[in-house]
């Protein structure tokens, strides 16, 4: 690009937002007036992170009068301009920084699991957006597993009605599992011939299934054109039909006057003898920085938030910032994205379309015939060329054999789960003692399945495999290794001695420090949190206005 | 009135076939699907083009229209006026029928030959309409007749058609698969115009005395022909706006005007008088704009889609459908058609009455 303009240049190496302006995502080569702030005045929030939490607290809080600004150290993508049908461009949007990756299952991080762009990971996430089931809240003592959430289900039911509202998100008339529900905004999209494969699976074994709660549009709204099937969706919507943190919540949240600062890494968050945050140290066009803040929230996902956390100790924090517990970066979960595949005689191409456009919950729901605590779901899967190519390679095809094996790319077809991964505080983000190109250290993340995750794993791989056979499909295999999501670094309780935050995300040993984003889970349930992180983000926002009404900030 | 868009092509390549659990079926290779595309569309101009020609060479000669063959008049008297009225009226939703017939089966790649019989029934309907609105003559034409009826047996054939496509999907007659599958109020419209037309034979072909369809008294059959047709397309339209979740408020015009439309037209039959009368026709009046004004807000709903009338090959097919709300008009005009045949009947009867 050749825009002389400041802002106009490659978004990836030179920040868009700044001189009053942020790029306008629903115009290419558009702007929209930008309120900034200086840094050495306090402003009311500082947010590390501008995904599912970050980006839609800033939107809550600025709406509610309070200045923010909010870092976030990707770009500041325009995807009508800036998003190619390409997979390989695409991992612009991944967060592909060094980590260290140890334990039973060292973790594959990148693609489904992790964003770098502002709008985070939702600019390229799948727009699965599903609510927990109520026993979830309350999983120890109502199922006997996992932690209790110190939230009701039925204020969190709230909240999911509003971030369905904001998402616009396309269901089923009729949802068939969990306590009524408001009616999803806009009409479920059509099925494609994988998701009728699931439909047909289903039914042939008895279980209910349901066209997926998307948050991709149906209907035009705004700006935004209807989905146009276009089935690129986890690399990034180049239509503006997917909402995203990017297209939704920012937009609201500029508006409102909150700052955007894109291509600012955050590295650490600074603290006073009295043990308050007083703002952020980051990283911007070469240089570090400080802004100062009366408030710090961090959302940066369950890896890089217990990571700057961890990175903020002082000699008050020795262990890192809110980590009284001990617990920051500990209780890592990931969920069971594990997947059976076969081939249908008949052309499917199930890469038409959004990719899970038919899911069943039923093993969220129902109870009996598990060996397993929690719950999972599956949906039909649309994988892109070079994901396929992988996932095959993975089963040791390659040269002739990956070949043949890719020809028959229109015929293939596969349901996937998204299991719920118990809680355990050796599965944890902890600091490497290596450093990145900014000089933070990297984190070391360690994974590991327990037994109830095997159990769950063998249990989904059988019920699925017979589904896809019941629907026509053949040779039949199972995918084993895959995972997805990340949450539950910083978790959220009732007492500070066995959780970091408290219901309304903030910390119970920096009163003016917030988490809000999928490490304050307890547990992750059997659903993608992407759902649940915005209902969270939308309570601590308004918690946080009803707190500063009280003059308890 | 078929506002409905049938399946992407490639969702009907892989949709089970009754019994619920799809069975391996090899698909034909993309060319033949694209031959099938162009036979179809051939088929359908050439049907059309056929029964232009069947009406041209049928067309009533001046010579014979002149022609007073138990005497009637020049202009053939009113009720060969209200006669072809209503085969204008039959015109109209024959053309609203073929325009949208046309888009939405190609959509759906005429996967299966019969998908062009609507072209077809449509092309021949509108042809026999216009041949017997320039018909002076008071009877019925045997083209004509033949036409209409095979329109409304398509129109039967293809809801049940329609039927079965949204009821062997999985899930059979859900909220789903009455969005996507092909919409069931749709075939109705060709066989309306069916009625329509066969209606306008019968008044215009009576024995002497008040025009009668089926021995019932034409006027009154025609309200409530129009105005169930106006009722059934707004089932339709709530259908299938509800699936567009009513995002523009002007979308609740065709759900809320013409069903009161219907409702005063209706109250003529147990409240007549020239009052109510008058009322029923400003209502249809009312209903035929909104039809047309339908039609603009559908242009400027394509122009919403992705890349919008710059890319209307794939926005015309995707978005909201144009040639539908048309069929609002010509139910209407069918409307007036039957109110001005009350008012003339009314008028014959006072003057036979004097006239004893």
């Known amino acids: 690009m050749s825009d002389e303009r400041p802002g106009g240049g490659d978004p990836a190496e030179a920040p868009r937002a700044c001189h009053g302006r942020a790029p306008d995502v629903f115009v290419p080569g558009g702007w929209v007036p930008m309120r900034e702030h200086g840094e050495d005045e306090p402003v009311d929030f500082a947010i590390v992170g501008t995904g599912a939490g970050g980006g839609t607290l800033a939107c809550k809080l600025a709406e509610a009068g309070f200045s923010v600004v909010a870092f976030d150290a990707g770009a500041y993508w325009r995807p009508l301009e800036d998003f190619a049908s390409d997979e390989m461009e695409q991992q612009k949007l991944y967060w592909t920084d060094d980590r260290l990756c140890d334990g039973e299952l060292p973790l594959k991080l990148g693609a489904n699991n992790s964003g770098k762009a502002v709008g985070g990971s939702t600019v390229h996430f799948a727009m699965v957006s599903l609510r927990f089931r109520p026993d979830w809240f309350k999983s120890r003592s109502r199922l006997g597993y996992g932690a209790d959430w110190p939230i009701d289900w039925r204020e969190m039911w709230r909240y999911y009605a509003e971030v369905e509202r904001a998402l616009q998100i396309s269901g089923p008339v009729t949802y068939p599992w969990g306590p009524k529900r408001p009616r999803y905004p806009r009409r479920p999209h059509e099925l494609n011939a994988a998701a009728q494969v699931l439909a047909a699976g289903a039914e042939a074994l008895g279980i209910g299934w349901s066209s997926t709660p998307l948050a991709t549009l149906s209907s035009p709204h705004g700006k935004a054109p209807p989905c146009v099937y276009r089935g690129f969706c986890v690399t990034g919507c180049s239509t503006n039909a997917k909402q995203s943190v990017l297209n939704t919540w920012l937009p609201r949240a500029l508006a409102a006057g909150a700052e955007i600062r894109d291509l600012a890494m955050v590295g650490r968050v600074e603290t006073d003898r009295r043990g308050l945050a007083t703002g952020v140290h980051y990283c911007r066009e070469g240089r570090w920085r400080f802004q100062r803040a009366l408030n710090v929230v961090v959302a940066g996902y369950a890896i890089e938030t217990p990571r700057l956390l961890l990175n903020s100790a002082s000699g008050l924090f020795p262990d890192g910032l809110a980590n009284s517990s001990g617990l920051v970066g500990r209780n890592l979960m990931v969920q069971l994205n594990q997947a059976v595949w076969g081939r249908m005689d008949r052309e499917v191409r199930s890469y038409k379309g959004p990719p899970s456009l038919a899911l069943t919950e039923h093993w969220n729901y129902t109870d009996e015939g598990k060996d397993f605590h929690g719950g999972y779901c599956y949906m039909s899967q649309g994988p892109l060329p070079i994901v396929w190519a992988r996932t095959l390679s993975g089963r040791g095809l390659w040269g002739e054999a990956l070949m043949r094996e890719m020809a028959d790319y229109n015929h293939s077809v596969g349901l996937k789960m998204v299991g719920e991964c118990l809680p355990d505080e050796r599965n944890r983000v902890t600091l490497a003692d290596e450093t990145d190109r900014y000089g933070l250290r990297i984190p070391r993340i360690t994974y590991g399945f327990g037994d109830n995750e095997k159990r769950m794993i063998r249990h989904a791989l059988d019920f699925m495999g017979r589904a896809l056979e019941a629907a026509g499909a053949r040779g039949v295999w199972e995918q084993d290794d895959d995972t997805c999501h990340l949450n539950g670094t910083a978790r959220m309780g009732e007492d500070p001695a066995t959780s970091v935050v408290n219901a309304d995300c903030r910390s119970w040993d920096v009163p003016n420090l917030w988490i809000c984003d999928g490490s304050v889970f307890p547990t992750v349930g059997g659903v993608n949190p992407s759902l649940t992180i915005q209902a969270v983000a939308c309570r601590t926002g308004d918690r946080i206005a009803a707190l500063a009404r009280r003059g308890e900030l | ?356």
């Open chain 2, 1 to 356: 009135m078929t506002m409905a868009l049938l399946p992407l092509t490639a969702l009907d390549a892989v949709r089970p076939p009754p019994g619920g659990v799809p069975a391996g079926v090899a698909r034909d290779p993309l060319g033949a699907g694209r031959r099938r595309v162009r036979n179809g569309l051939l088929a359908g101009l050439g049907g059309v083009a056929a029964a232009a020609a069947l009406a041209w060479v049928l067309r009533p000669g001046p010579s014979r229209a002149a022609g007073t063959d138990d005497g009637a008049p020049d202009d053939g008297g009113s009720t060969v006026r209200a006669g072809r009225r209503l085969n204008r009226a039959a015109a109209l939703l024959g053309a609203s029928v073929l325009a949208d017939s046309a888009v939405e089966h190609y959509r759906g790649s005429f996967h299966n030959p019969a998908m062009i019989t609507p072209l077809l029934a449509s092309g021949a309907t509108i042809a026999a309409s216009l041949h017997g609105s320039l018909d002076r003559r008071p009877r019925a034409h045997r083209f004509r007749d033949a036409t209409y009826a095979a329109a409304a047996l398509t129109g039967i054939a293809g809801t049940a058609f329609h039927l079965c496509n949204v009821t062997r999907r999985p899930g059979g007659l859900s909220w789903l698969n009455l969005f996507y599958g092909a919409p069931i109020g749709a075939p109705a419209a060709i066989g309306l115009a069916g009625l329509l037309g066969f209606a306008a034979e019968r008044v215009r072909h009576g024995p002497d005395g008040p025009p009668s369809v089926a021995g019932l008294p034409a006027p009154q059959v025609l309200t409530v022909l129009s105005a169930a047709g106006i009722l059934g397309t707004v089932a339709e339209t709530a259908l299938l706006h509800f699936r567009g979740a009513y995002h523009n408020p002007a979308m609740y015009l065709p759900v809320t005007i013409p069903p009161a439309a219907a409702a005063v037209l209706l109250r003529t039959l147990w409240h007549d008088g020239p009052g109510p009368r008058r009322a029923a026709r400003l209502a249809m009046r009312a209903t035929a704009g909104l039809g047309l004004l339908g039609t603009g807000f559908h242009a400027f709903g394509v122009h919403r889609n992705m890349g919008g009338w710059g890319n209307w090959r794939q926005n015309i097919l995707n978005g909201p459908p144009l040639p539908a709300p048309p069929s609002y008009t010509a139910l209407a005009f069918a409307g007036l058609a039957a109110l001005a045949l009350r008012d003339e009947v009314a008028g014959s009867g006072r003057e036979q009455g004097d006239g004893r």
